[in-house]
């Protein structure tokens, strides 16, 4: 089945523990983004990768680091969390950025505390 | 830059009936592509519709259909024969097409309408 997973679905954590949530799609995708989720504000881009070795800032990328160093995953990093932090974040791939319809992932509710 | 607006933060509709959820956007580009996605209570994000702006051609799926305005930029979304399932929050994207650029391929959100199907 053609998806894109994400783990952890839930993570609580605290202040300052490094994390990473995963991302991986199984359909050759070469675009995958990263989007959090807060009341009111819809989705915002985080980062996102136009192919391997190739990451670029979104709109909210303050705290979170990303890598793609290979074709499937696209990890999300935390180096430090903080509570402002908190959110539901969703990973997205499409076969190509700029002209495909991006398919998300189920979601990964994480708190900070 | 790019704006999505969606005014109705919270419509209702009786089952078997039609409803229209409003979107506007802003942006000084020719070529781009709307979208409407679906999140229902598991909070999974589900395209429901796809509109390329270089269409006149309003796009339909099923019991899904938009009226995409071009020049008013708008582009709301028509659900006919409302079922339970439709029971979500409903999100208005949209995406700009630059050919041959470094394109972000970003999404660009509206703020959301939470949909109720009542029996």
């Known amino acids: 089945e053609a998806q894109v997973t994400q783990n952890p679905r839930y993570l609580i954590t605290v202040t300052g523990k490094k994390l990473t949530v995963t991302c991986s799609q199984n359909m050759n995708h070469e675009y995958m983004s990263w989007y959090r989720q807060d009341p009111g504000l819809g989705l915002r881009q985080i980062y996102y990768s136009m192919n391997v070795e190739v990451t670029d800032k979104g709109d909210v990328p303050e705290g979170y680091k990303v890598s793609r160093k290979e074709k499937r995953n696209f990890p999300l990093i935390l180096e430090s969390p903080s509570p402002n932090q908190t959110s539901l974040y969703f990973c997205a791939s499409s076969l190509a950025g700029h002209t495909d319809t991006q398919y998300f992932g189920p979601g990964t509710r994480l708190t900070v505390l | 830059a790019q704006t999505v607006t969606q005014s109705q933060p919270e419509m209702s509709v009786q089952e078997a009936e039609t409803v229209t959820l409003s979107c506007t956007y802003d942006?000084?580009?020719?070529?781009?592509?709307l979208f409407w996605y679906k999140q229902p209570p598991s909070r999974q994000m589900i395209l429901v519709i796809r509109?390329?702006?270089?269409?006149?051609q309003n796009a339909t799926e099923n019991r899904f259909s938009v009226n995409f305005q071009k020049a008013a930029k708008s582009f709301s979304l028509k659900i006919s024969d409302s079922q339970l399932g439709d029971t979500a929050m409903y999100f208005c994207a949209f995406m700009k097409h630059v050919l041959g650029s470094s394109n972000t391929g970003k999404l660009i959100f509206g703020q959301g309408t939470t949909l109720q199907v009542k029996p």
């Open positions: 942006t000084s580009e020719n070529n781009y592509y």
């Open positions: 509109q390329e702006a270089y269409k006149q």
